[in-house]
């Protein structure tokens, strides 16, 4: 029984029996809600800060769902700590080198050294989430745990709690959080997949983490892949089998990888990949790397040249590396690479390069932004500098409906004129199964028509509309989710390609989308259709980071900001949704209401040169295409779309109607000679930059 005026919950041993006990509101720390059956956990704290676990069957998902209503209201009435729509989240990967690490690691953790660091002024400021991934770690579990959270406890003054740890081998992943977000973290999922020889041994692999925020979900994946400059096809071979065979998130989304399973998925470890050049050049790279000339060689960095080729990490972001290669290095200093390694067989040749990485990849129309990438300068037992990250990320809320459970949904998704482009040459039929969390269970579409394509591939025609019915109707809650599509052949329910749409794009009308299908991480093919949402009365709440703008003087350059070291204008923090690339997905929308541009809307008709493309700065978001007579925004993962450029795009940078003209540039000819496939030589590279900064010569820009 939920007493709502008093702020009680009431048990019963037996259903007519007298009330047992009861627990005031504050009590009640956590609701986890099972994925599979209409299950309840009712997390409670009893005496002495322990807790209590009661569980509890539900008919049905609509009865849990207005269960949850009557206790969300009860909190609401009686609580006065607000929950968090946006969390900070250190992400930090390091091969320790079989050796002890120093004292003190603190410079790790308050991102400190090279690259894209924090301000001196954030040196106190904790994450709310620490994830550490290390490789060739000589440390046990719990001295491992120990280190970390003492070292975390000396910079933050926090104790933090332990969230899950997964070890393969000498391969590990910590996830650390403050200790007021311990129960909002739940459906927690760890695992390992080993790639060593024979895919039998755990030298090489990964190990990974997922779970539950709130209403969004996290993956975390740590990999030690194969070593040597030689065997990047190796590597490729390793990532695929980690995306395969690695089982995190949800398990209803049997036909979806890890790609699809998560609002964020980060992947981090030694990667292993190389500067692919001749060990001649050995000194030649050590002197570039003095010089901070990073560029030149990033364009031979195999990870950078195998994602751009499609092979590996398809789709995935990486912020702009400003940081010196984090191997080899002589161990107890950071003033000399140790690029040779005398071996029976000869002189091995290590030569210096960016191992160590940090990826990811969000949904679309997701707040997500990089606020810093980096390695230390100071730890130094390793060969391998420690490599740090930090993301600030927008968070939905475990909403309850304000409507009746038991009334008539008002809501709906409607699914039409889908056509599936699959790779394959397979004679099958196909179906197109839509799932979220959002949804009660999953929904097939009927057989599609298959009509042969003149390159090869099969087109698939469904003609019929498919219309969702979501648990909740509410449009605070419905414009966070995301529908996962999948391609599957009705022979034998194998998937031909998957992809997903974020319902924030048809917030306003009838939607247009364009996405990319993978499988298994390859490209498949790709699907395009219409999308309209109905919900029930009310408005959305505005979150922290819609408040956050960006202040800039009469040169459209951010104050505090500057120029970077080549004298070009650095993109600020941005302050809309971000992440449309996510998959390809494109969108086209009909009727949208002027309220300042963001990426879910159509470019404004008076955008110069009769077509515009808007965008913030940062490497977290691709910028649209240019069509001209056309309002449609294909979010290519590509981040260099084609396109007709325009001469001046005006940007609402500050969503008070202010305009700040940006000349537009097209820099075709980068892309050239740097190792980019022949299919991507009719790509851009699209700059954003005041005409103050650009120093280029009279009309230089206009022949470029």
């Known amino acids: 029984k939920v007493d709502v005026e008093t702020g009680k919950i009431y048990f019963k041993k037996y259903k007519d029996g007298p009330e047992d006990k009861y627990f005031v509101h504050n009590k009640i720390l956590q609701l986890v809600k099972s994925q599979k059956v209409a299950k309840l956990v009712i997390v409670l704290e009893t005496e002495k800060e322990k807790t209590l676990r009661k569980e509890f069957v539900f008919d049905d998902t609509k009865k849990r769902e207005g269960f949850c209503q009557l206790l969300q209201q009860m909190k609401n009435k009686h609580s006065d700590k607000p929950e968090p729509d946006m969390i900070t989240v250190f992400v930090g990967t390091w091969n320790m080198g079989n050796a002890s690490p120093p004292h003190s690691i603190a410079s790790w953790f308050q991102c400190k050294g090279q690259g894209k660091t924090r301000d001196d002024t954030a040196d106190h400021i904790p994450h709310d989430i620490y994830v550490v ?352 599509l999948c391609v599957k052949s009705t022979d034998c329910d194998e998937s031909y390609g998957e992809g997903c749409v974020a319902l924030r794009a048809a917030e306003s009308s009838y939607t247009e989308f364009h996405v990319t299908l993978t499988h298994h991480g390859e490209r498949t093919g790709s699907l395009t259709g219409g999308v309209q949402l109905r919900t029930s009365g009310g408005k959305q709440t505005e979150k922290l980071y819609d408040f956050i703008k960006v202040e800039r003087d009469d040169s459209g350059v951010p104050k505090g900001k500057g120029l970077d070291h080549n004298n070009k204008f650095t993109p600020p923090h941005p302050i809309d949704i971000t992440n449309p690339n996510y998959m390809g997905v494109g969108y086209k929308s009909g009727g949208v209401t002027d309220r300042g541009w963001s990426y879910s809307m159509s470019p404004r008709s008076g955008s110069g040169g009769g077509g515009g493309v808007g965008g913030h700065g940062g490497k977290d978001q691709t910028h649209g295409n240019i069509f001209p007579k056309k309002t449609v925004y294909d979010h290519s993962a590509v981040r260099s779309p084609t396109g007709k450029a325009a001469n001046n795009v005006y940007v609402d940078l500050s969503q008070k109607g202010e305009k700040n003209i940006y000349n537009f540039i097209v820099k075709k000819k980068t892309l050239t000679g740097r190792g980019f496939p022949e299919h991507r030589l009719n790509s851009f590279e699209i700059y954003f930059q005041s005409r103050a900064s650009l120093n280029l010569g009279p009309g230089e820009n206009d022949t470029w």
Not at 182 to 189: A, C, G, K, V
Not at 250 to 260: E, V
Not at 306 to 332: M, N, W
């Open 133 to 484: 991934g290390t490789q060739e770690d000589p440390l046990g579990e719990k001295e491992w745990i120990d280190t970390l959270k003492s070292a975390l406890r000396g910079t933050t003054d926090i104790s933090f709690k332990q969230i899950a740890i997964q070890t393969l081998w000498n391969i590990r992943i910590v996830v650390l959080a403050k200790p007021e977000h311990e129960n909002r973290i739940s459906h927690i999922f760890s695992d390992s997949v080993k790639t060593g020889i024979a895919n039998a041994l755990g030298n090489k692999g990964a190990v990974g983490v997922s779970f539950m925020f709130n209403g969004t979900s996290f993956g975390f994946v740590n990999s030690h892949l194969t070593s040597g400059s030689e065997k990047k096809i190796r590597r490729n071979q390793n990532y695929v089998s980690i995306l395969r065979f690695l089982n995190l998130g949800d398990k209803k989304l049997n036909p979806f990888d890890i790609t699809h399973r998560f609002t964020h998925l980060f992947w981090l470890g030694d990667l292993n990949y190389r500067i692919e050049l001749p060990s001649t050049e050995a000194e030649s790279i050590v002197t570039k790397i003095k010089q901070q000339q990073y560029q030149e060689l990033l364009c031979r960095d195999q990870l950078t040249i195998e994602k751009g080729e499609g092979k590996v990490f398809l789709h995935y972001d990486e912020e702009e590396i400003t940081f010196a290669p984090t191997y080899r290095f002589e161990r107890d200093t950071r003033e000399r690479y140790a690029y040779t390694k005398a071996k029976a067989t000869g002189t091995k040749y290590n030569l210096p390069s960016w191992c160590d990485r940090v990826l990811r990849k969000s949904y679309p129309l997701v707040h997500v932004f990089c606020q810093s990438y980096g390695c230390t300068n100071d730890i130094m037992t390793s060969d391998h500098s420690p490599v740090f990250s930090t993301f600030e990320v927008g968070v939905a809320s475990q909403f309850v409906s304000k409507h009746d459970p038991n009334s008539v949904s008002q809501g709906g998704i409607k699914f039409m004129n889908c056509v599936a482009t699959l790779m394959t040459k397979s004679k099958t039929k196909f179906f197109i199964e839509y799932h979220s969390s959002c949804l009660e269970k999953f929904v097939k579409s009927s057989e599609g028509e298959n009509q042969d394509h003149s390159d090869g591939n099969i087109k698939v025609r469904f003609g019929n509309q498919v219309e969702l019915v979501p648990i909740i109707s509410d449009p605070e809650y419905l414009l966070d989710q995301h529908i996962l």
